[in-house]
């Protein structure tokens, strides 16, 4: 999903941290990805099977949008 951009851009900020000798700093985006990842995917499943599209045989799940997950 293109929410993931987030955790992407906190990985480049953890490795910068660890070149630059910022441990505590790395530690503390290591969390940070984790939390990140667990909320986009928490909202993504929640908002995929609740706002579905009627149709055919049941309920179809739609794609969500960057905007969708703030």
């Known amino acids: 999903m ?3 951009w987030v955790i992407d851009i906190l990985k480049d900020i953890r490795q910068f941290s660890e070149k630059n000798g910022m441990l505590e700093l790395a530690e503390q985006l290591d969390d940070a ?6 909320e986009i995917g928490t909202h993504l499943r929640v908002a995929g ?3 579905g599209v009627a149709g055919q045989s ?3 799940t739609r794609a969500i949008a960057d905007s969708d997950v703030y």
């Open 58 to 60: 049941g309920t179809r």
């Open 49 to 51: 099977l609740t706002e």
């Open 33 to 38: 990805i984790f939390i990140a990842a667990s």
């Open 2 to 4: 293109k929410a993931y």
